[in-house]
Nanobody, 113 residues
Framework: QVQLVESGGGLVQPGGSLRLSCVGSGFPFSMYYMSWYRQAPGKERELVAGISSGDRTDYADSVKGRFTISRDNTKSTLYLQMSSLKPDDTAVYYC???????WGQGTQVTVSS
């Protein structure tokens, strides 16, 4: 059974940092492009960052220089290090397999003072 489980969300003040994790199982994690998406209230889900099996990374313009995506294939785990967080980063964050046929349940990130 293919499964993605996120963790690490929470409430953080503007300018703060959080690290999200996503553990994959039931498929050959190391072979897949993996992504983080987010969905804010009233908005469409958007791609935040992606990483290939060879560690090539892609970022949305809105997070470049602030977020870092990485992976540990030995642990089948995807990470998103988020720094200099802004209220506009508030959303539910989802990890997804590159073919978008597997999604996590989402983790809430709230940036507020």
């Amino acid at each position: 059974q293919v499964q993605l489980v996120e963790s690490g969300g929470g409430l953080v003040q503007p300018g703060g940092s959080l690290r999200l994790s996503c553990v994959g199982s039931g498929f050959p994690f190391s072979m897949y492009y993996m992504s983080w998406y987010r969905q804010a209230p009233g908005k469409e889900r958007e791609l935040v960052a992606g990483i290939s099996s060879g560690d090539r990374t892609d970022y949305a313009d809105s997070v470049k220089g602030r977020f870092t995506i990485s992976r540990d294939n030995t642990k089948s785990t995807l990470y998103l290090q988020m720094s200099s967080l802004k209220p506009d980063d508030t959303a539910v964050y989802y990890c997804a397999r590159g073919d978008r046929r597997a999604w996590g349940q989402g983790t809430q990130v709230t940036v507020s003072s």
